[in-house]
């Protein structure tokens, strides 16, 4: 679901349920239906709940997204096939589609999963022999729990 703000900044949109695919031989495949933004987006002052975007799918399909179908929409940084879960607690990390899955992960590789950060991270985030996360598309959003990411400057304090 997108809410009125993303409707104001956001220029790409999912429709519908995402699905990650992988083949036989290891290769992903992400279905998506992409609709992009054909306008500004309406808001009404005496309605401050409402919006309108006018959206674009292919060569001929034009639509719009207002407040009482964006349920059906979401932005790319929240789809499920380009995202994944991350459990992090102190040393110990667990990756999966969804919550109880990371945790399990979490707790199969020594971690404590009662306390641990939940992070949604992109589907390429992978953590080096150094404990640091990386990502080509961006970094990972605390959903719940604590942070226990660490910062440089904290890095540099330790050594």
């Not at 995402?18 to 987006?41: S, Y």
């Not at 959206?55 to 719009?64: E, H, T």
């Amino acid at each position: 679901m997108i809410t009125k703000e993303q409707a104001m900044k956001a220029d790409l949109f999912h429709y519908g349920k995402c699905q990650r695919v992988e083949g036989p031989r290891g290769g992903v495949k992400i279905m998506t239906e992409v609709w992009r933004r054909n306008g500004r987006t309406q808001t009404w002052v005496r309605s401050p709940e409402r919006f309108r975007v006018p959206v674009k799918y292919g060569l001929r399909g034009y639509s719009q997204i207002t407040e009482e179908h964006a349920e059906l929409f979401h932005v790319p940084e929240q789809c499920p096939a380009e995202t994944k879960l991350m459990a992090l607690s102190p040393n110990f990390y667990g990756f999966g589609g969804n919550e109880a899955e990371a945790k399990a992960n979490l707790k199969k590789n020594g971690g404590d999963p009662s306390r641990c950060g939940l992070y949604r991270v992109p589907s390429d985030y992978w953590i080096d022999d150094f404990g640091s996360g990386h990502s080509m598309i961006g970094p990972g959003e605390l959903i719940s729990g604590t942070d226990h990411r660490i910062t440089v400057k904290e890095k540099e304090e330790r050594q």
